[in-house]
């Protein structure tokens, strides 16, 4: 459900599941949310980009062209892209939230997290990386170990911001002409926030339940 005042990707975070991670309300919430999205057609291909603090505050959209081989190498290739801007923008201890529509990288990116946590840093399962896109995992990987914290969502491609951007680059070409920004949310007020219900996703509970 939607709370209004808040950051919209922080609502789809919020309702969607997070593969492989249970956990309580109170440990989900992050400071910037990053949508990304990558399309490919045989003529022609895009990657779009989404990023807001958690209260709102716009951080980048962002519209490009982009050739890539397939449509895996186009989702991995715009995830690389949205960290590395949010890795420009932000403090490095931010607890970033991803939403992805492309199971397999929701899944790779908390395989990751996890992997990170473990003393032979191996992951729950086996992880498989579409070829051609082992350079963009790559750097995925080190994006996700220069935050304090992060995880993904799996969202609905209908629901994703970064959708129309990824498969309509051209129609966005103005993006590419506004400044840079460097935005910061604000400090969150205890006084203010409500008790929080998690969604059938947050319970606590194994996180392989």
């Known amino acids: 459900m939607a709370v209004s005042g808040r950051s919209t990707l922080r609502n789809l975070f919020d309702d969607s599941p997070t593969p492989h991670f249970a956990h309580p309300p109170r440990t989900h919430h992050r400071d910037f949310y990053v949508a990304t999205d990558g399309s490919y057609r045989r003529d022609r291909g895009g990657l779009g ?19 890539v ?4 190498v186009a989702e991995y290739r715009a995830l690389h892209l949205g960290l590395d801007v949010l890795a420009a923008r932000a403090p490095p201890a931010a607890r970033v939230g991803i939403l992805i ?21 191996r992951p729950p399962r086996e992880m498989t990386i579409p070829a051609g896109s082992e350079h963009h ?3 995925i990987r080190a994006r996700i170990a220069g935050f304090g914290e992060l995880r ?3 969202i609905d491609s209908r629901d994703n911001p970064a ?3 990824a498969n309509s680059p051209e129609e966005y070409a103005h993006l590419r002409t506004r400044p840079e920004r460097c935005v910061l949310p604000d400090p ?6 409500s008790p929080q219900i998690p969604p059938p996703s947050r ?7």
Do not use: C, K, M
Request: hydrophobic content about 35%; cysteine-free.
């Open 49 to 67: 980009v989404v990023i807001e603090t958690r209260d709102g505050e716009r951080v980048a959209r962002i519209a490009v062209p982009d050739r």
């Open 69 to 72: 081989p397939d449509n895996n």
């Open 101 to 121: 529509d492309h199971d397999t990288l929701a899944t790779n990116v908390n395989y990751a997290v996890l992997a990170a946590s473990h003393p032979d840093w």
């Open 137 to 139: 995992w790559r750097g």
């Open 152 to 154: 993904a969502a799996r």
């Open 163 to 165: 959708h129309s951007l």
């Open 188 to 193: 969150p007020s205890t006084a203010t926030q």
């Open 203 to 209: 319970f606590e509970r194994r996180a392989g339940d």
